[in-house]
């Protein structure tokens, strides 16, 4: 390589036939570089929003389902009190037979009337349930909705 061609490399602003003027690369980039964190914070900004977004979201659900889990458990502990309280007075209806055909038509008796109240009260902890699983899932499901309408 010659020294003339050198100086003309060194003293020209435009090398290798690219119009570009060598200082004016590092710009290039550095707009670049300044998009890509413009659009790096609104994505940050974005995604912190739907993040609290979500933790509103369930925190609600988890309220709703707490409240719903003390209701069927009530339910259950009164459930369970009915059942005692029926089967305490079985007990005493049995003490009180004088014969076995006696015992026989209670203990039918307290068999139909145990599966009746079995029955009622499957139904309902099924509805209690059902309950709270649907006013659990409405938050989301309105959450949902409103992502769906919003342009991103």
Do not use: C
């Amino acid at each position: 390589m010659s020294d003339v061609h050198t100086n003309e490399v060194s003293d020209n602003p435009k090398a290798g036939g690219f119009s570009l003027p060598l200082f004016a690369l590092p710009q290039a980039f550095q707009g670049i570089a300044e998009q890509n964190a413009t659009r790096a914070r609104e994505q940050f900004e974005k995604v912190k929003e739907a993040s609290e977004e979500i933790s509103v979201l369930l925190k609600e659900a988890y309220a709703v389902n707490a409240k719903g889990a003390a209701d069927y458990a009530a339910k259950v502990i009164e459930i369970s009190h009915s059942n005692a309280s029926s089967a305490v007075a079985f007990i005493s209806e049995l003490a009180g037979a004088r014969s076995l055909s006696e015992v026989i038509q209670l203990s039918a008796d307290h068999s139909r009337k145990n599966f009746e109240a079995t029955t009622a009260q499957n139904k309902e902890l099924w509805e209690i349930a059902k309950k709270v699983a649907t006013e659990t899932s409405e938050p989301i499901k309105k959450s949902f909705a409103k992502a769906l309408k919003t342009p991103s």
